[in-house]
């Protein structure tokens, strides 16, 4: 009310009224002795100057408040004039954000509409659909006036028992698209016998909160099934996986934070394990050296050819998943099957450099979450060749090219070309470095002037191939890029080259079958994109890499299994690492953002509001800002939760020394409980071969550099999970929900 009918708060400042009121403040400022006041009023004398009100306020707030807070600054504080000044400060500013918040949002809902709409005339257009479709679809058969009595006939037809695991996964849309169907059997006039129902689920494990999966969703469930349909609510927190020394320190973090009010609703497990080995350590935290002071120092001048460039984050995880490697190795040596061992991290970066690690030393390890075909090592090295032959200027492919189990030419050789080229570049242009060809955007006129890795390659002495034989495979190669569709050429050069042996060689025994497949999966790309047979190699490749393809998931029978939290959700194994746990928790970024506020039994969102900054929030939303801030805290401790209780027998921390403390790290909850214990020095697992580190795949062994046409057996292992409900008979519908323990996932 106080300002109302102006068109925005800060409109007020123009006022006559207020005007005088802050002239007058300007005046009992000026008054004083000191100079602090006296500035502040000269400060305020000179905003009143200002004729645009957006303007007049900055410069008001600038001349009585500190800078990050809207309070006034600590030598202004025992004026009276300008506590006054405070007050009426704190409203504008309040009221202004208030009223930027809205404009903001009705913007934004502008933009939202127009653009839903035209997305979903092109989903129309082109025959897709999404989750959301399938979501929204499910709840309008469900409950939609004339669809939904058809619908539940049919579904009362041939529907006797539903039984829903993992239900703190479920989303509001779900939930409401499920209780449309469940609701009709409440009550006298539900129109006859419905199935029994028996959800399962452990708000615990509620971790998806990113596609909107809430554990209040659960509870609205749970008081629908045992007072809407009459059913029982059962609760176990019994467990047959974890070892006692495993589940106590699960007690001691969740009731400890429990305690102290981060968490609520943890009740202490109890398990039917007797295995009294294992429990929770600790490998040393890697130090994080000293920042140099470098100041007034020109930077150091790097020969990118010959020193890798190094970051100090990049190099941290890498000593990092170096330690890791090599306490996993220590454990394979002792006995403990790879299968056994199971790595896990918030993110896939960690896990991709300790992929890395682990191939270096012959260890077979596998990333069975969703893969990206173009990302694949075996994969990447293919179209690494492709990249280099189709767009000649593209020395760094090439390189990639020669250094994989395809031609397997060694760091000295690929040096041997690097300096070939830098002395051709130091003489007078010659035609005799020849044009070259290739469609990419490096393919360009006057490469005489320039000669690439391809040219130098036929006047480079190798150590251990023929430079002209090599590049006149290289010339086939491109050749074939250049001329046939992207299937047949790859054909023709996994033919040519013996690919397929010369990868199933260079990959440890139990992931030969996998590179193959991979491979082979790149081969069925080569058709699948815009139907393959209408594109150049160039256009294929681009395509390919914009597209993201998933790659076949793995079938590995004994490999170490790297895994983000979400991707190990009811997986278990004997010794589980936790890889990069001093870390702090990854929150929002301090960005726009959409805060929404769905309750588990309403039908639509009470609120959902745009935001500038979900951390600065307008009045109207801070509410519920710490609602969200709230629930991702404790998703935070369910994803720790999760990883701790995927440990059978032992528990291992694995960390970085972080820049800053943060304020909570997994790390910090656990290492007090954990045995710190000494990093595993560099071994390698029994019957396997150990092989320089490299960021390509293993080196080819030079037995199979003459010999490449190896029999390869390919085996495929098919793992059924089989489980069945036997023994239950019930005359009447039966409604359940059980809250589980990890392990009766």
């Known amino acids: 009310a106080e300002f109302a009918g102006f068109d925005q708060p800060c409109d007020a400042l123009l006022a006559e009224a207020a005007i005088a009121r802050w002239q007058a403040r300007a005046r009992a400022l000026g008054a004083e002795s000191t100079k602090t006041p006296q500035n502040a009023a000269a400060a305020i004398i000179d905003a009143l100057q200002l004729g645009d009100a957006t303007e007049r306020l900055a410069a008001l707030r600038k001349a009585c408040f500190v800078a990050s807070e809207d309070r006034l600054t600590k030598h202004l504080e025992k004026f009276e004039a300008a506590q006054e000044a405070e007050a009426e400060l704190q409203r504008l500013l309040a009221a202004q954000k208030q009223h930027q918040a809205r404009v903001y949002h009705q913007r934004l809902t502008r933009l939202a509409r127009p653009l839903i709409d035209e997305f979903s005339r092109l989903k129309q257009e082109r025959g897709w659909i999404d989750m959301g479709d399938i979501e929204r679809a499910a709840l309008t058969l469900l409950s939609d006036d004339v669809l939904s009595g058809w619908v539940q006939q049919r579904l009362d037809a041939r529907v006797r028992h539903l039984l829903i695991d993992e239900f703190q996964?479920?989303?509001?849309?779900?939930?409401?698209?499920?209780?449309?169907?469940?609701?009709?059997?409440?009550?006298?006039?539900?129109?006859?016998?419905?199935?029994?129902?028996?959800?399962?689920?452990?708000?615990?494990?509620?971790?998806?909160?990113?596609?909107?999966?809430?554990?209040?969703?659960?509870?609205?469930?749970?008081?629908?099934?045992?007072?809407?349909?009459?059913?029982?609510?059962?609760?176990?927190?019994?467990?047959?996986?974890?070892?006692?020394?495993?589940?106590?320190?699960?007690?001691?973090?969740?009731?400890?934070?429990?305690?102290?009010?981060?968490?609520?609703?943890?009740?202490?497990?109890?398990?039917?394990?007797?295995?009294?080995?294992?429990?929770?350590?600790?490998?040393?935290?890697?130090?994080?050296?000293?920042?140099?002071?470098?100041?007034?120092?020109l930077p150091a001048w790097r020969d990118s050819l010959t020193e890798p460039r190094e970051l100090p984050e990049e190099t941290l995880m890498t000593r990092e998943a170096q330690q890791a490697a090599h306490w996993l190795a220590a454990q394979m040596a002792s006995g403990t099957p790879a299968r056994e061992l199971m790595v896990l991290a918030r993110k896939r970066a960690p896990l991709s450099v300790l992929h890395a690690e682990l191939r270096a030393l012959g260890i077979a390890c596998e990333q069975p979450e969703d893969r990206v075909l173009g990302e694949l090592p075996a994969v990447r090295d293919v179209l690494a060749l492709v990249d280099a032959l189709v767009s000649p200027g593209h020395d760094l492919s090439l390189a990639h090219a020669l250094r994989?189990?395809?031609?397997?030419l060694s760091d000295e050789d690929l040096v041997r070309i690097a300096l070939t080229v830098r002395a051709a570049r130091e003489e007078p242009p010659s035609p005799l470095w020849g044009e070259g060809g290739g469609e990419g955007p490096a393919a360009q006129p006057a490469r005489s002037a320039r000669p690439s890795w391809l040219d130098a390659l036929p006047k480079t002495e190798l150590l251990a191939q023929d430079a002209q034989a090599l590049h006149a495979d290289l010339m086939l190669y491109q050749a074939w890029l250049l001329s046939l569709p992207p299937h047949d050429a790859l054909q023709a050069i996994y033919d040519h080259r013996d690919a397929l042996?010369?990868?199933?060689?260079?990959?440890?025994?139990?992931?030969?079958?996998?590179?193959?497949?991979?491979?082979?999966?790149?081969?069925?790309?080569?058709?699948?994109?815009?139907?393959?047979?209408?594109?150049?190699?160039?256009?294929?490749?681009?395509?390919?890499?914009?597209?993201?393809?998933?790659?076949?998931?793995?079938?590995?029978?004994?490999?170490?299994?790297?895994?983000?939290?979400?991707?190990?959700?009811?997986?278990?194994?004997?010794?589980?690492?936790?890889?990069?746990?001093?870390?702090?928790?990854e929150g929002r970024a301090n960005g726009p953002a959409v805060l929404i506020d769905w309750p588990g039994q309403a039908r639509v969102p009470t609120r959902l509001a745009f935001v500038t900054s979900e951390k600065a929030p307008p009045p109207s939303l801070q509410d519920l800002a710490r609602q969200e801030a709230d629930a991702s805290a404790r998703e935070e401790l369910n994803a720790l939760y999760v990883a701790m209780t995927r440990a059978r027998r032992q528990l291992v921390l694995s960390g970085v020394t972080p820049h800053q403390q943060p304020a909570s790290s997994w790390w910090q909850r656990l290492a007090p409980l954990a045995e710190s214990i000494e990093p595993a020095p560099p071994a390698t697992p029994s019957g396997l071969a150990a092989a320089p580190a490299s960021g390509f795949m293993r080196n080819l062994p030079p037995a199979l550099v003459?010999?490449?046409?190896?029999?390869?057996?390919?085996?495929?292992?098919?793992?059924?999970?089989?489980?069945?409900?036997?023994?239950?008979?019930?005359?009447?519908?039966?409604?359940?929900?059980?809250?589980?323990?990890p392990a009766a996932e």
């Open 169 to 297: 996964d479920t989303n509001p849309l779900q939930w409401q698209a499920l209780h449309a169907w469940l609701q009709s059997y409440v009550g006298a006039g539900g129109g006859g016998e419905g199935p029994s129902v028996f959800i399962v689920g452990d708000p615990k494990q509620s971790i998806y909160r990113f596609r909107r999966a809430e554990p209040q969703v659960f509870i609205a469930a749970q008081q629908f099934i045992t007072e809407g349909l009459g059913g029982d609510l059962l609760a176990c927190d019994h467990t047959r996986r974890n070892a006692p020394a495993v589940l106590a320190a699960v007690n001691a973090v969740m009731g400890q934070a429990q305690t102290v009010g981060d968490y609520a609703g943890f009740r202490p497990h109890t398990t039917e394990s007797a295995d009294a080995t294992g429990g929770l350590a600790a490998l040393p935290l890697i130090p994080r050296p000293e920042k140099a002071d470098h100041e007034g120092e």
């Open 501 to 585: 042996a010369r990868f199933a060689a260079a990959a440890p025994p139990p992931e030969r079958a996998a590179t193959l497949a991979d491979l082979h999966a790149l081969l069925a790309a080569s058709l699948n994109v815009h139907g393959g047979r209408y594109l150049t190699a160039y256009q294929w490749l681009r395509a390919l890499r914009r597209q993201s393809l998933a790659a076949p998931r793995p079938s590995v029978q004994n490999a170490v299994r790297l895994l983000t939290v979400h991707g190990a959700k009811g997986l278990e194994a004997d010794r589980v690492l936790l890889l990069h746990s001093a870390a702090a928790p």
């Open 706 to 741: 003459h010999a490449p046409s190896v029999a390869i057996k390919t085996i495929v292992v098919e793992d059924a999970l089989m489980a069945g409900l036997s023994g239950l008979e019930s005359p009447a519908p039966m409604a359940f929900v059980l809250d589980l323990p």
């Open 404 to 408: 994989s189990p395809l031609f397997n």
